[in-house]
């Protein structure tokens, strides 16, 4: 089974970033229902691993805290983008969850993410657009900014790589509580 762990966004963030989904051809826009912000993709774990998960995601204690998303963005760069993105204002609280949610998955047995967690909301996938191309888009969208909205919980959901796109499903979810 293909998993990550997420936070979803509640229906009038969802929207709001909808709503900038537009203005460029030949870009794969995530559906809306896709939009979250990923703490940690783990790829494929077979039964033993997706319980360990469970467990070590079912004892992450942590408070309830404010996100506010802000910007837009590319990865890996501008002159070669292949994801746009939407981005978030620096939160700690949203980094130490995101700590422990890789602490609980590496004692699950996965190893380690080596890239550092650079926390943002994919909005579409590019495959031969120059960087050109994406800039108006990028200047246009670049103070683009939600009102903040409370994470109450994260969740495990399982994704499905199909011809028309993946298809996510939500396994477990983990309330934030204190």
């Not at 909808?18 to 995530?30: S, Y």
């Not at 994801?83 to 980094?95: A, Q």
Request: glycine share 8%; proline share 9%.
């Amino acid at each position: 089974m293909r998993l990550f762990v997420a936070i979803d966004l509640p229906e009038e963030v969802r929207q709001s970033v909808t709503d900038i989904c537009r203005g460029l051809a030949g870009v794969r826009w995530l559906p809306p229902e896709q939009l979250h912000l990923t703490l940690r993709f783990m790829g494929e774990a077979d039964d033993a691993v997706n319980a360990a998960i469970r467990k070590g995601l079912a004892t992450i204690a942590s408070p309830p805290f404010p996100l506010t998303l802000s910007g837009t963005g590319c990865f890996p760069s501008p002159r070669r983008p292949r994801v746009l993105w939407v981005g978030l204002n620096s939160s700690e609280p949203l980094m130490e969850l995101q700590q422990k949610v890789e602490t609980a998955v590496a004692a699950a047995g996965l190893p380690t993410e080596e890239r550092p967690f650079s926390p943002h909301i994919t909005l579409a996938r590019l495959r031969d657009h120059r960087g050109g191309d994406v800039a108006p888009f990028l200047a246009q969208n670049a103070s683009f900014a939600s009102g903040p909205f409370m994470v109450d919980a994260f969740h495990l959901y399982s994704s499905i790589l199909t011809a028309k796109g993946a298809i996510h499903r939500r396994e477990a979810s983990y309330p934030l509580v204190g």
